[in-house]
């Protein structure tokens, strides 16, 4: 089983809608957790954290489920610009930022 | 501004060449990092640096080799025993353990 799991996608979803992606984890003493957003040929650039009792910031909420090992992200009224590949990351210990391979995200008009 | 320059954007390497891909980060951060990411691949980590002098061995070192001299400048060499460098590397910087990394704009490099 991989440390880090998401569903590639992609997700091809029309303007407005609401998505939401899932990634497992599966090393439960993991630590941290956060959600990268990655436009295509640029680097991957912080998104949000993702806090226990969950968070939110404008249309983006973040969720972690340690009972089930998996963290959420949920996008609502999605704009074209939302279209780009999401990266859950996952920290175990002092330096292992374990990255997923990412959901692709494409929003259309 | 702050942030984490990287440099060159592109660089091809010839067969049997060394290249040295830079780092500059003036957020103040105490660890960096150099990742690879492949095409649908997640990203690899090469080699960390928690400290300045220190620095530790990732997933993928083989290929490779750092510095860190400064705490500012964390240098990656491709050497010549890495037979597949062609990828976009990714350098990063962090605070202290469990807080975001940021990154460069990375750099991609070829075979001619």
């Known amino acids: ?109 | 501004d702050g942030g984490i320059t990287q440099s060159p954007k592109y660089l091809f390497r010839k067969e049997g060449q060394n290249v040295t891909l830079s780092c500059e980060q003036n957020l103040n951060h105490d660890a960096m990092y150099w990742y690879r990411q492949d095409p649908g691949q997640g990203l690899r980590l090469i080699y960390y640096s928690q400290i300045v002098n220190d620095f530790q061995k990732g997933d993928i070192a083989e290929g490779y080799s750092v510095s860190r001299e400064k705490k500012e400048s964390f240098p990656l060499t491709v050497t010549s025993a890495q037979k597949n460098p062609t990828a976009f590397y990714l350098c990063a910087s962090g605070e202290v353990v469990n807080q975001p990394q940021h990154f460069g704009d990375g750099t991609r490099l070829s075979i001619l």
Request: hydrophobic share 30%.
């Open chain 1, 1 to 109: 089983r991989k440390e880090v799991e998401q569903d590639p996608g992609p997700f091809n979803v029309p303007e407005g809608a609401t998505v939401a992606f899932n990634c497992t984890y599966s090393n439960s003493a993991s630590q941290s957790f956060f959600w990268y957003r990655q436009d295509c040929r640029k680097e991957p650039k912080l998104l949000m954290s993702v806090y226990s009792s969950g968070n939110e910031d404008g249309r983006f909420t973040a969720q972690l489920n340690r009972a089930s090992q998996y963290i959420s992200l949920l996008i609502r009224d999605s704009k074209l610009s939302d279209s780009a590949t999401y990266l859950c990351v996952v920290v175990q210990g002092t330096y292992k930022y374990i990255f997923g391979t990412g959901t692709r995200l494409k929003v259309l008009a």
